[in-house]
Structure formats: structure tokens, C-alpha cells
């Protein structure tokens, strides 16, 4: 039984960090793209930050240049460093994996977390 669990969600205020971390099981992070995404009530899904198995990262325009996707293969552990944080990135956050090596977006993801919040005061 595959399992993403995200924890590290908080409030915070605006210009502040958090890291979210995604614990994987069930599967190896290391043949699978991992990815971040966010949602909020009645919005659309975002996009926010991917992973392949080799390394290569991509991110969404509202977040280059703030958010950092890394992982931990030895500990089957996607991770989203928050820098600069803004009133608008306040969302529920889903961790989410695919069953291929390079990200193929136009194919949905295939397991997903059951999301962690974070809210940003300003």
C-alpha cells in the first residue's frame, strides 16, 4: 500500500520560511517523479514544484526563485523549502508521486498525500 504523509505545515508570517517534508511508503522515491502541489477551496490545482528519479527539478512561475524541491532517497523523503513567503501561498499543499523516471504532466499523478496546511499572516 503506497503512502505519502506531508507534515510541516504551520502558520507563519509573511516574509518567514517552512519546509514541508513528504515520507514515502510503498514505493522508492528514487524511480519515481515526485511532486508538490497546492489547492485551495474552489481553485484550481497548482502545480508548484517536481523531482525526477535523476534529480532535475522544474517549478511553477508563482514560486522560482522561492521554493526549493529536494529529496532523500536513502530516506524516502521529498522535501519543499519555503523562503519568502507571501499572503497568496496560503493553501493546503499535497505531496504526489508518478509512476516514471521524468515527469510526464500530462498524465495525472498517481498517488497523492492527504495535504498539509499553510496559512501566511501578514
Known amino acids: 500500500q503506497v503512502q505519502l504523509v506531508e507534515s510541516g505545515g504551520g502558520s507563519v508570517q509573511a516574509g518567514e520560511s517552512l519546509t514541508l517534508s513528504c515520507a514515502a511508503s510503498?514505493?522508492?522515491?528514487?524511480?519515481?517523479?515526485m511532486g508538490w502541489f497546492r489547492q485551495a477551496p474552489g481553485k484550481e490545482r497548482e502545480r508548484i514544484a517536481s523531482?525526477?528519479?535523476?534529480?532535475?527539478?522544474a517549478y511553477g512561475d508563482a514560486v522560482k526563485g522561492r521554493f526549493t524541491i529536494s529529496k532523500d532517497n536513502a530516506k524516502n523523503t521529498v522535501y519543499l523549502q519555503m523562503n519568502s513567503l507571501k499572503r497568496e501561498d496560503t493553501d493546503m499543499y499535497y505531496c504526489?508521486?508518478?509512476?516514471?523516471?521524468?515527469?510526464?504532466?500530462?498524465?495525472?499523478?498517481?498517488?497523492w498525500g492527504k495535504g498539509t496546511l499553510v496559512t501566511i499572516s501578514s
Open positions: 504526489a508521486a508518478q509512476r516514471r523516471e521524468y515527469c510526464e504532466f500530462r498524465y495525472d499523478m498517481d498517488y
Open positions: 523531482i525526477t528519479s535523476h534529480g532535475y527539478t
Open positions: 510503498g514505493i522508492t522515491i528514487s524511480t519515481h517523479c
